[in-house]
């Protein structure tokens, strides 16, 4: 039998060494710690017999304090065995979108403007002439591709956001995005429970059961509906109507006491949020007072914001133009309005919803792990 591995043990004559299917014994010459070897022998029933080729050895001790090795190989092996899930869950979104007729699309990382939200923050690119900043979300791009006339796409894409670090952020993360026309947040919403419970039978062999912080969680649809005034009403025994405007006070109880809460024992749809938050969602059709946008939440955890989309290029330019004086009375850099965005809008975009799911906060919660840097091959902080 002939393969390659590493070497993790060594003694008078003997080796273990590592591959891809686990650890052999090795009777040879005793090759150094850490070495990459080629082994040629016979299996004996035991152990194999043969040589130990070096191919390539450490300079220094092995394993490196801090170094790559343990990094993915400590607690059994518990970041490859994470990749291995998050290659199985790219894969299980790919045939889900696939299977509904979605075009698979790419957009650029490096635009004219990243988008004009209070409470994002971009990655400037330097020397870039005209200025560009890396993407918080791909949204004005893909909106383009609606203009252009394709009627249901999706991407997975890097995005960057700066001072987002903790168990639920990196700076730079995997988003999945994705639109279709002649549809509001209901429908999106559908479409979100069912990708989930899709990618869980995916990586949990056949269960819509998750991992939970308290007990499992069942990801089958249906999810629950609840409105924000609901859920302020619920779980922090205040009005809506007596919070705002006071946007500050509401976000401080929207996230001390109404998240945690949220989607512990079954995923929860947090719907018609106040007009004021509307962003780029249109507002409500039945109630003014309210758009028609949504966020996902799973063990008290946010995992996506969907809207159904705002069309109107009057009313869009209108709220960034509001967006752009905030962010400049906040001491913010006031990016441009990204006028090939409004264009498209002016050139027209049928009714559409979308939805943006943040993919490692989805695979953390899938595959149970503690943080979304577990699941990531080379997270921030081993930069």
């Given at each position: 039998?002939?393969?390659g591995?590493?070497?993790?043990?060594?003694?008078?004559?003997?080796?273990?060494?590592?591959d891809?299917t686990g650890?052999l014994?090795?009777?040879?010459?005793?090759?150094?710690?850490?070495?990459?070897?080629?082994?040629?022998g016979?299996?004996?029933?035991?152990e194999?017999v043969?040589?130990?080729e070096?191919l390539?050895a450490p300079h220094?001790p092995?394993?490196?304090?801090?170094?790559?090795w343990?990094?993915?190989?400590?607690?059994?092996?518990?970041?490859l065995?994470?990749?291995?899930?998050?290659?199985?869950?790219?894969?299980?979104?790919?045939d889900?979108?696939?299977q509904?007729?979605?075009?698979e699309?790419?957009?650029?990382?490096?635009?004219?403007?990243?988008?004009?939200?209070?409470?994002?923050?971009?990655?400037?690119?330097?020397?870039?002439?005209?200025?560009?900043?890396?993407?918080?979300?791909?949204?004005?791009?893909?909106?383009?591709?609606?203009?252009g006339?394709a009627?249901?796409i999706?991407?997975?894409?890097?995005?960057?956001?700066?001072?987002e670090?903790?168990a639920h952020?990196?700076?730079?993360?995997?988003m999945l995005?994705?639109y279709?026309?002649?549809a509001g947040?209901?429908?999106v919403?559908?479409d979100?429970?069912?990708l989930v419970?899709h990618?869980?039978?995916?990586?949990?062999?056949?269960?819509?059961?998750?991992p939970?912080?308290?007990?499992?969680?069942?990801v089958?649809?249906?999810?629950?509906?609840?409105?924000?005034?609901?859920?302020?009403?619920?779980?922090?025994?205040?009005?809506?109507?007596d919070?705002?405007?006071?946007e500050?006070?509401?976000?401080?109880?929207?996230?001390?006491a109404?998240?945690p809460?949220l989607g512990?024992?079954?995923?929860?749809?947090l719907?018609h949020?106040?007009?004021?938050m509307?962003?780029?969602?249109?507002l409500?059709?039945?109630?003014?007072?309210?758009c028609?946008?949504f966020?996902g939440?799973?063990g008290?955890?946010e995992?996506c914001?969907?809207f159904g989309?705002l069309?109107?290029?009057v009313?869009?330019r209108?709220?960034?133009?509001?967006?752009?004086?905030?962010r400049?009375?906040?001491g913010?850099?006031?990016y441009p309005i990204?006028?090939?965005?409004?264009g498209?809008l002016?050139?027209g975009?049928p009714p559409?919803?979308?939805?943006?799911l943040?993919?490692?906060?989805?695979?953390?919660?899938?595959?149970?792990?503690?943080?979304?840097?577990?699941g990531m091959?080379?997270?921030?902080?081993?930069?």
């Open positions: 039998m002939r393969f591995g590493r070497v993790l043990l060594t003694a008078e004559g003997r080796a273990r060494v590592q891809v650890t014994d090795v009777s040879c010459p005793a090759p150094p710690m850490g070495a990459w070897v080629l082994v040629d016979e299996w004996n029933g035991v194999v043969g040589t130990c070096v390539t220094g092995f394993p490196r304090p801090g170094g790559d343990p990094s993915f190989q400590d607690h059994g092996g518990r970041r065995e994470l990749l291995r899930q998050r290659a199985l869950g790219r894969r299980a979104v790919r889900f979108f696939d509904r007729a979605f075009l699309v790419e957009t650029p990382a490096a635009v004219p403007s990243p988008g004009l939200d209070l409470h994002l923050d971009a990655f400037p690119v330097a020397g870039a002439n005209p200025p560009r900043w890396l993407i918080t979300s791909p949204e004005y791009q893909m909106k383009r591709i609606l203009a006339g009627q249901r999706y991407q997975l894409c890097k995005c960057w956001r700066r001072e670090l903790g952020h990196e700076p730079e993360f995997t995005e994705w279709r026309t002649y947040s209901e429908e919403m559908r979100t429970e069912q419970a990618v869980a039978r995916a990586l949990r062999d056949g269960s819509t059961i998750i939970g912080k308290d007990a499992p969680i069942d089958a649809p249906p999810w629950q509906r609840l409105t924000v005034a609901e859920a302020f009403r619920v779980f922090a025994d205040v009005e809506v109507k919070v705002l405007p006071d500050e006070r509401f976000f401080r109880i929207l996230v001390d109404v998240e809460q512990r024992v079954r995923p929860v749809f719907t949020w106040p007009a004021t509307a962003s780029l969602a249109r409500h059709p039945d109630d003014p007072s309210v028609d946008r966020e939440y799973l008290g955890i995992l914001n969907g989309e069309v109107d290029p009313e869009q209108r709220r960034l133009e509001r967006d752009q004086r905030d400049e009375a906040a913010k850099i006031a990204d006028e090939r965005f409004i498209a002016e050139e975009i559409s919803g979308g939805n943006a943040g993919f490692d906060r989805l695979m953390m919660l899938v595959t149970g792990a503690e943080t979304i840097a577990d091959a080379i997270p921030s902080a081993r930069l």
